[in-house]
Nanobody, 123 residues
Framework: QVQLVESGGGPVQPGGSLRLSCAAS????????MGWFRQAPGKEREFVAA????????YYADSVKGRFAISRDNAKNTAYLQMNSLQPEDTAVYFC????????????????WGQGTQVTVSS
């Protein structure tokens, strides 16, 4: 079992930045691929980014490439999502996930999920 807790969400103005954190506990976090997803009101949950267990490989949705960066610190059992140049269309609940059932880890069939953190981009 892996327990995931997201933090770092909140309101931000367009063009601003936020860093989301995902603290993991339980089973070996450092063996798990980690992912970030988001869900806007009335829309399906969508893939944002993912990172391999050792941080060597990263994956991004086209909509966030060049603006978002995923990273992890296995010593702290924490994954991060640095979000820059935020736009209103980035407004969503952001979810951290661990241990995808398939690779590449861009589908939502992960085995463990956090509760989500709200990000609101508005002037």
């Amino acid at each position: 079992q892996v327990q995931l807790v997201e933090s770092g969400g909140g309101p931000v103005q367009p063009g601003g930045s936020l860093r989301l954190s995902c603290a993991a506990s339980g089973r070996t976090f450092r063996d798990s691929v980690m992912g970030w997803f988001r869900q806007a009101p009335g829309k399906e949950r969508e893939f944002v980014a993912a990172i391999s267990w050792n941080g060597r490989y990263t994956y991004y949705a086209d909509s966030v490439k060049g603006r978002f960066a995923i990273s992890r610190d296995n010593a702290k059992n924490t994954a991060y999502l640095q979000m820059n140049s935020l736009q209103p269309e980035d407004t969503a609940v952001y979810f951290c996930a661990a241990d995808p059932s398939t690779l590449p880890p861009i589908r939502s069939n992960y085995n463990y999920w956090g509760q989500g953190t709200q990000v609101t981009v508005s002037s």
